[in-house]
């Protein structure tokens, strides 16, 4: 992140296993960047980062706290859950590869494509695990110049 | 292609935004999986899907989708008509299947989301 002052930060709790509130968060940001007026690839690209993000800690995970850091030309997020981990995060970011259960599946998730898309979205991805207490995912997205 | 001959195509019902129904998808999928249409749909295209839960219409707000067809006789859970309306996303809901409701928009000109710019 640079020292530069954000024009606003964000910050919301996600709970594991809320489905009825899950996308809530990614919502918000949705409408705060249509507010300021971010070119709609560039919002599209982040909310889209940020909803994968956002229903892994609703899916994987027991709880997470997200923030997001909006500048003019640059947003950051941080999303720190309390949960299991990933043990192995080279297969995690394979297409294809998905721990999630049965019922989540018949939701539609569990293709295993998540990871893999917050990356190809996201100009920087960072994520530090611990098996048994929980990841954080870190991404930047700078608005390109057309 | 608007989406009032979208549900004249496929004999579909409206169950939310009729008044959107003027809105031209530019493209379509058929999935039912979401991160598979997070990951490869455009903006402005037309989703659908035998999924009715209401994170489907999270799904279609983040990715910038213009509507929903609801395939095979699915009908949707009161909670997914109440988010999509405040999400001014069009719902269709149509009896045929996935392969036939996708073939006849195909061939009445609506493409893949691969296939536009
Ligand atoms: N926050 C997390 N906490 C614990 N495990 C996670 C977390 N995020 C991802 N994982 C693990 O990494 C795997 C791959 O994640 P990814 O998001 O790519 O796919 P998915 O969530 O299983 O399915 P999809 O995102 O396609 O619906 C998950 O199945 C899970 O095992
Ligand atoms: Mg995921």
């Not at chain 2, 067809?69 to 009161?78: A, D, H, S, T």
Request: charged share 30%; glycine share 8%.
């Amino acid at each position: 992140m640079t020292d530069e002052k954000p024009l606003i930060e964000l910050e919301r709790k996600i709970e594991g296993g809320d489905f009825q509130s899950a996308g809530d968060v990614s919502s918000e940001l949705k409408r705060i960047l249509q507010q300021i007026g971010f070119p709609p690839s560039f919002s599209r690209r982040v909310v889209i980062a940020a909803y994968e993000a956002e229903m892994n800690v609703v899916i994987h995970a027991w709880r997470g706290v997200f923030r997001a850091w909006i500048f003019p030309r640059y947003v950051h997020i941080e999303v720190d859950d309390e949960g299991p981990g990933i043990p192995d995060l080279e297969l995690a970011f394979q297409e294809g590869y998905s721990t999630a259960p049965p019922h989540i599946r018949e939701m539609g998730f569990g293709a295993g494509y998540g990871l893999s898309n917050m990356k190809k979205c996201s100009d920087r991805l960072e994520i530090d695990t611990r098996v048994g207490e929980g990841t954080k995912v870190t991404m930047d997205f700078f608005v390109r110049d057309v | 292609m608007t989406l009032r001959e979208v549900k004249e195509i496929l004999e579909a019902d409206v169950l939310a935004c009729e008044e959107l129904l003027d809105r031209e998808p530019k493209s379509a999928c058929g999935s039912d999986l979401l991160s598979d249409v997070l990951a490869f749909t455009r903006e402005n295209s037309l989703l659908l899907t035998g999924l009715t839960n209401p994170q489907v219409i999270r799904t279609a707000e983040m990715s910038d989708l213009i509507g929903i067809v609801f395939v095979r006789g699915k009908r949707p859970e009161p909670a997914t008509i109440e988010l999509a309306i405040m999400k001014k996303i069009p719902l269709l809901a149509t009896r045929l299947p996935m392969y036939e409701a996708c073939g006849r928009l195909y061939m009445r000109g609506l493409r893949g989301c691969s296939e536009v710019e």
